[in-house]
């Protein structure tokens, strides 16, 4: 029964890492955005459909699960130099960050609110000297390492969900058959008992 629990155990932690890798999936943003410092800086991040009416915001700090949210919708939200729109007929979440210090530097997160696990994505933005502003978009095309990347986490996310369906099955299996050999076991010690 051990046995089972353990794979129950690891069945399950199977399971979060993939629907978190799916998660991640349904917001695209770009991974590094540059602007000049006292510049303004655009940031989009594309999302699937199926979350136009969620809640969507933009959020600071070096890992999602501990960033602090600088703007926020439903409405367009203009708050400390940052701006956020949400294009609910293009699925785009437009943010603006305006007059951009050295200390705006650092990690941000484009998130999608819903009930469970958020949907967020990552933007790296870097505060440079040089003369002009940078507007990324998360429709450009990634670098091809960066692609295959992706396909190749794709694929062992796969293999993880195909061996996670597997488990249970395997374990109730390896049970069954430690039961009855178990069971064969004892008949034979009764029958030599009562020979």
Known sequence: MRTLGFF?????VLLSLWLAEVAA?????PDVVTAVEGGTVKVSCRYDGMYKSNTKYWCK???????SIVAK????????????TDDREANVITVIMSSVQGGDEGMYWC???????NVFSGVRLVISNAVTTTTAAPSAPPPTSECSEVRWW?????I?????????MITYTAVWRINNIEKSRRQRQYLNATQ
Do not use: D
Not at 160 to 168: D, G, L, Y
């Open 25 to 29: 999936a349904q917001i695209s943003a």
């Open 8 to 12: 129950a155990c690891f069945f399950n």
């Open 61 to 67: 700090g070096p890992v999602y699960e501990m960033c």
């Open 160 to 168: 993880f969900f195909m061996i996670m369906t597997a488990c249970p």
């Open 111 to 117: 998130v999608i609110s819903r009930p469970g696990r």
């Open 154 to 158: 794709q694929t062992l996310r796969w």
């Open 73 to 84: 919708t439903p409405k367009r939200r203009h708050t400390s130099g940052v701006s956020i």
